[in-house]
């Protein structure tokens, strides 16, 4: 389908927007992300990945970020397995201070990933469970993501990067946590 992926390429572009944003002050790139929501919703408005475009649009503006968790759900309604609708819901909410509603929503795209690591979503639970003060809860989920996969025919594939990166979550948790 002509749709698939599309989302995490509007991920790509709100991350680009952002980015620019910050360094320029304009929002040069933010047409496109505006124009690549356009386009999905009119190809197809059933599909989860157009509202999980818009809801990206949507969280840019600053009057809109209920509208960007709207959209976030409607993707979710669409496609309850949709790990990235989940994920944008989940830090949507937490942008907006509302860390324990992050950490369902988040939990929640983990879990519709089942075995597989994604270190994206497990940094944003971790940084939800850190913003509501479980820091239990944010080690065990650091340490889960830097478990490595399950095996495949081959054995494990594993980044070396994704073994930095995941070592530093943890290290962030103990760095935060009063427990040390």
């Known amino acids: 389908r002509s749709s698939d992926l599309m989302d995490t390429y509007a991920l790509l572009l709100a991350a680009k927007t952002t980015t620019s944003r910050s360094r320029s002050g304009d929002d040069a790139d933010g047409g496109a992300l505006g124009r690549l929501c356009h386009d999905l919703v009119s190809t197809d408005a059933r599909r ?5 475009a818009v ?41 907006q201070g509302k860390p324990e509603h992050a950490v369902v929503a988040l939990f929640q795209a983990a879990s519709v990933l089942g075995g597989t690591r994604d270190y994206a979503t497990s940094k944003s639970l971790v940084a939800a469970y850190l913003a509501c003060r479980k820091y239990k809860e944010a080690l065990h989920a650091a340490k889960e993501a830097a478990r490595p996969p399950k095996t495949r025919l081959l054995g494990p594939s594993r980044n070396p990067a994704d073994d930095a990166r995941t070592a530093a979550l943890v290290g962030t948790v103990l760095m935060t946590s009063p427990d040390g």
């Open 55 to 95: 809801a990206l649009y949507a969280s840019r503006k600053a009057n809109e970020k209920d509208k960007a968790v709207t959209f976030a759900e409607k993707a979710i309604s669409l496609d309850a397995k949709h790990a990235l609708a989940h994920r944008v819901k989940g830090e949507l909410l937490l942008e």
């Open 48 to 52: 989860p990945e157009a509202w999980v």
